[in-house]
């Protein structure tokens, strides 16, 4: 088949997780003018660009969550990232996903080894903190091996004939994946200000955030709204 894989990033993307894994902007459809002619079609007067007047109408309908205007942009990501990142992103039911398949391929095999390993929070059961105590490079390296010895499994199953769809549960959570995810404007604003917060787990968080700089200079003026 030609074409180029669907595991390497879009031109427009940022790293996360030190390198290992990214999102991407693969299309958006509408921009902040959208938006407010949106908002004003009910009295029929649209716009072609953004000026003062419009920023101000951008403004409130932010802050009094005036949201359906902001449905009618829609932008598709592509994400390589984890697959407990995957379990947590796949948790927002307003996107639309497709994933790569470990039922149909088993090559592009990656795991993700945390450049910083963290502590169990003693307060909070769901949270992390920094390190003070661990050895990283010994915990770091106690991980790498497991993902490595998951991997020998997983390919000594597929060699003695075993099928990928059930070799694959020896794979761990570490394993990289790749999906597309298409959101409107209005539930990736949700999204962001739940995965963007100290609430949420660090590698989630590095998504979000990169993903606001992604399209800061798409959408600058609600970004300096929102103090992204
Ligand atoms: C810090 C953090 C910790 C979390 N911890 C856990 C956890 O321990 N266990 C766990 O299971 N989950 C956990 N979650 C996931 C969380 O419960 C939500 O499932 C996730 O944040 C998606 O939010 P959402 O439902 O608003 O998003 P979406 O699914 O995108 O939905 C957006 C909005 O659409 C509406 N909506 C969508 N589908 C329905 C529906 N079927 N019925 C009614 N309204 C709907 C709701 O108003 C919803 O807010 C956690 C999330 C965060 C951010």
């Avoid at 949201?67 to 948790?91: A, G, I, K, Y």
């Avoid at 390190?131 to 991980?143: E, G, K, W």
Wanted: charged share 20%; aromatic share 8%; proline share 5%.
């Amino acid at each position: 088949m030609s074409g180029q894989s669907a595991n390497i990033p879009p031109t427009r993307h940022t790293m996360v997780l030190d390198g290992q894994g990214w999102v991407g902007l693969l299309e958006r459809m509408g921009s902040e003018v959208t938006i407010v002619n949106a908002a004003r079609v009910s009295f029929g007067r649209l716009r072609t660009e953004m000026d003062d007047r419009d920023e101000k109408l951008l403004r409130y309908l932010l802050e009094n969550r005036h949201s359906s205007p902001f449905e009618h942009v829609v932008l598709t990501f592509s994400v390589h990232c984890p697959l407990f990142v995957r379990s947590q992103w796949h948790r927002h039911r307003t996107w639309s996903y497709n994933e790569i398949s470990r039922r149909y391929t088993d090559v592009d095999l990656e795991f993700y080894v945390p450049p910083e390993v963290r502590e169990q929070a003693e307060s909070n059961r769901q949270a992390s903190v920094a390190p003070q105590h661990l050895d990283q490079s010994a915990v770091r390296a106690q991980i790498a091996a497991q993902n490595q010895a998951a991997l020998g499994v997983y390919q000594s199953l597929l060699e003695q004939g075993v099928c990928r769809e059930q070799a694959r549960g020896v794979l761990p959570q570490n394993l990289m994946t790749t999906f597309w995810a298409t959101v409107d404007l209005h539930n990736l604003i949700s999204f962001l200000e739940l995965r963007d917060s100290p609430h949420a787990q660090w590698e989630i968080q590095e998504y979000a955030r990169a993903i606001k700089g992604l399209i800061t200079p798409e959408f600058p003026r609600l970004a300096r709204i929102l103090g992204w």
